[in-house]
């Protein structure tokens, strides 16, 4: 479980930094007008200043609101977020994610209910949520998915690898089962903890 706790989070930090800092140069941008100064095709920088410190967006934040930069930003760590729900019903390396999902109705319903959520606050949030008035178009939208269902192919990346490889958060008798020369506690068929010797 550790294993993918730090990792998934090593991936969806590189991928929102890279979204961040890289940004204008990897989401495209079909609206025109959002733009401004930079008609490259690419979504305008959410930096208020540039490196120099010259002024970037700080000259149409005031007219425009929160850049669309800063909301595909959003909206990419939450929908990473989400779909690595799914991802952490299954805490030891089960391949299928998927099995006995509708068995827990409850899941289903926060699931969907955080996703239309998700969906209303990008497009139609606004100032309340900080977010760009005209929201997110298609190509935008589809990229953040895709940075979203990436954590499923992080996921079965690392189902392949030893969990030996991310620090131990506690006892674990599924670790301590498979790697019993690196366990500290054993566990016997009764679930009695032993103290390895």
């Not at 939450?78 to 799914?86: G, P, T, Y």
Request: hydrophobic share 45%.
């Amino acid at each position: 479980m550790s294993k993918h706790i730090l990792y998934q989070a090593l991936w969806q930090c590189f991928t929102l930094f890279l979204f961040l800092f890289a940004g204008e140069y990897l989401i495209p941008e079909s609206d025109a007008n959002l733009m401004y100064d930079r008609p490259n095709g690419y979504i305008y920088p959410g930096r208020l200043t540039e490196w120099n410190g010259d002024p970037l967006y700080i000259k149409y934040a005031d007219k425009e609101g929160p850049s669309r930069h800063y909301t595909f930003i959003f909206t990419a760590f939450v929908l990473m977020q989400i779909f690595n729900m799914i991802c952490c019903r299954k805490i030891h390396d089960e391949w299928n994610i998927f099995d006995g999902i509708f068995k827990n109705p409850m899941f289903v319903i926060l699931w969907i209910a955080i996703m239309g959520g998700q969906i209303l606050i990008t497009t139609f949030g606004g100032l309340v949520f900080q977010t760009n008035f005209k929201g997110l178009d298609g190509p935008q939208w589809g990229i953040a998915y895709l940075a979203g269902l990436s954590t499923f192919v992080i996921n079965v990346i690392l189902k392949c690898l030893p969990d030996w490889i991310a620090p131990c958060m506690g006892d674990d008798r599924v670790f301590n089962a498979r790697y019993p020369h690196r366990a500290t506690k054993l566990h016997n068929d009764d679930g009695v903890v032993e103290e390895k010797e």
